[in-house]
T-cell receptor
Framework: DTAVSQTPKYLVTQMGNDKSIKCEQN?????MYWYKQDSKKFLKIMFS???????INETVPNRFSPKSPDKAHLNLHINSLELGDSAVYFC?????????????FGPGTRLTVL | GENVEQHPSTLSVQEGDSAVIKCTYS??????FPWYKQELGKRPQLIIDIRSNVGEKKDQRIAVTLNKTAKHFSLHITETQPEDSAVYFC????????????FGRGTSLIVHP
């Protein structure tokens, strides 16, 4: 059973396009996240979504928007893609308070913007 | 907000040697410190964690130590093997606060056979 899954695994697109990445977790966790990992491997948190409360990293451009239809899903929509958006995007989930909030990561989506 | 510094950024060792990765944090309210291992092309996965009421925790060849006074914690890997080669991330979390982890910038560990 896959705990946290993401689709697609690879995404290659042109500058200016709009794209979405989907994430689903079957762990029953209350909190989900999106991270961006650049070529230097730094894990940068973009969003945290807990019980309909969205916490945004203020450095994230507003071209990025998370959408959560229910607590098991957190999708990431990106408008007007730019070259600098190329990275690996990881979804994660956790249960705050349980085991100190261990992050369970999805397999990642490698986004390449041409 | 919390700030986590991680050193070194790259660590190269011979198989069988020990490896130590160090992290410091700034927020004295942080009370949970996990370590994640990310193999090439894979997702980060938790390998060990420590809470602020414990000074040391061990799991086979890996151990983590925490010094609350100095606000630093370290990952120790003994008898390194080539399969230990990966990027390791430390993190600090305030349980009871926002629960959002602050990650270090990662250490690329290379174990030469």
């Amino acid at each position: 059973d896959t705990a946290v899954s993401q689709t697609p695994k690879y995404l290659v697109t042109q500058m200016g396009n709009d794209k979405s990445i989907k994430c689903e977790q079957n762990l029953g966790h209350d909190t989900m996240y999106w991270y961006k990992q650049d070529s230097k491997k730094f894990l940068k948190i973009m969003f945290s979504y807990n019980n309909k409360e969205l916490i945004i990293n203020e450095t994230v451009p507003n071209r990025f928007s998370p959408k959560s239809p229910d607590k098991a899903h957190l999708n990431l929509h990106i408008n007007s893609l730019e070259l600098g958006d190329s990275a690996v995007y990881f979804c994660a989930s956790s249960q705050a308070g349980l085991a100190g909030n261990t992050q369970y990561f999805g397999p990642g989506t490698r986004l390449t913007v041409l | 907000g919390e700030n986590v510094e991680q050193h070194p950024s790259t660590l190269s060792v011979q198989e069988g040697d020990s490896a130590v990765i160090k992290c410091t944090y700034s927020d004295s309210a942080s009370n949970y410190f996990p370590w994640y291992k990310q193999e090439l092309g894979k997702r980060p996965q938790l390998i060990i964690d420590i809470r602020s009421n414990v000074g040391e925790k061990k799991d086979q060849r890996i151990a983590v130590t925490l010094n609350k006074t100095a606000k630093h914690f370290s990952l120790h890997i003994t008898e390194t093997q080539p399969e230990d080669s990966a990027v390791y991330f430390c993190a600090a979390i305030t349980s009871g606060g926002s629960y959002i982890p602050t990650f270090g910038r990662g250490t690329s560990l290379i174990v030469h056979p």
